[in-house]
């Protein structure tokens, strides 16, 4: 079974530029989680998807952050513009479903580092 | 907001068991207690999750306290490769999914 992956693994990008990230989950997966780890902490949710709609995005500070699943597939989460506080691991998960006993199947990451 | 208690860092020696323990005084009664592991540059990977009951599986042991108030996660004998962060991770039964920092397992040869 093929895992969640993540392109691109790597980005350095300048203050204020934009930057994309892509997330392809587990096949059928109905479950979406973006989460942010700033270095030396645990993983910060941003928002969580259910097939193509939001369950949670209350940590998504949306005036620079947005993220979409259309077809309740794949996602993008994208920051415009980035700030330096912004650089950080960027992980995706996927699940079964939403329910207290899925498991949540991590992908490598993408590591963003704003100058 | 719901919060989970974990040590910062824990040493054992390989091939001995070790206890994590974890504190979720704030847990409902209906909410699984998950527990995952991140290996240095990757992703968390699941370990083991129970909602009243102890549980294992080929990984680990996870007991629950009666209360559920706590819990902890046992692996049986410690090896080098089990070096990782261990989170403990309520899973509120309105979605709420907060980790906290997790603890620093170090494992000494």
């Known amino acids: 079974e093929a895992g969640v992956a993540q392109s691109p693994r790597y980005k350095i990008i300048e203050k204020r530029q934009s930057v994309a990230f892509w997330c392809n989950p587990i096949?059928?997966?109905?479950?979406l989680y973006w989460y942010q780890q700033i270095l030396g902490q645990g993983p910060k949710l941003l928002i969580q998807f259910q097939n193509n709609g939001v369950v949670d995005d209350s940590q998504l500070p949306k005036d620079r952050f947005s993220a979409e699943r259309l077809k309740g597939v794949d996602s993008t989460l994208k920051i415009q513009p980035a700030k330096l506080e912004d650089s950080a691991v960027y992980l995706c998960?996927?699940?079964?479903?939403?329910?207290?006993?899925?498991?949540?199947?991590f992908g490598p990451g993408t590591r963003l580092t704003v100058l | 907001d719901a919060k989970t208690t974990q040590p910062n860092s824990m040493e054992s020696n390989e091939e001995e068991p070790v206890h994590l323990p974890c504190n979720h005084s704030?847990?409902?009664?209906?909410?699984?207690i998950h527990w995952y592991r991140q290996l240095p540059s990757q992703g968390p990977e699941y370990v083991i999750h129970?909602?009243?009951?102890?549980v294992n599986n080929r990984m680990a042991s996870l007991a629950i306290a009666e209360d559920r108030k706590s819990s902890t996660l046992i692996l049986h004998r410690a090896t080098l490769r089990d070096a990782a962060v261990y989170y403990c991770i309520p899973y509120y039964s309105n979605y709420q999914l907060i980790w906290g920092a997790g603890t620093k397992l170090i494992i000494k040869p």
């Open positions: 129970g909602l009243t009951s102890n």
């Open positions: 096949s059928g997966h109905a479950t």
């Open positions: 704030t847990i409902s009664g209906t909410d699984y």
């Open positions: 998960a996927s699940s079964h479903n939403a329910g207290g006993q899925d498991t949540q199947y």
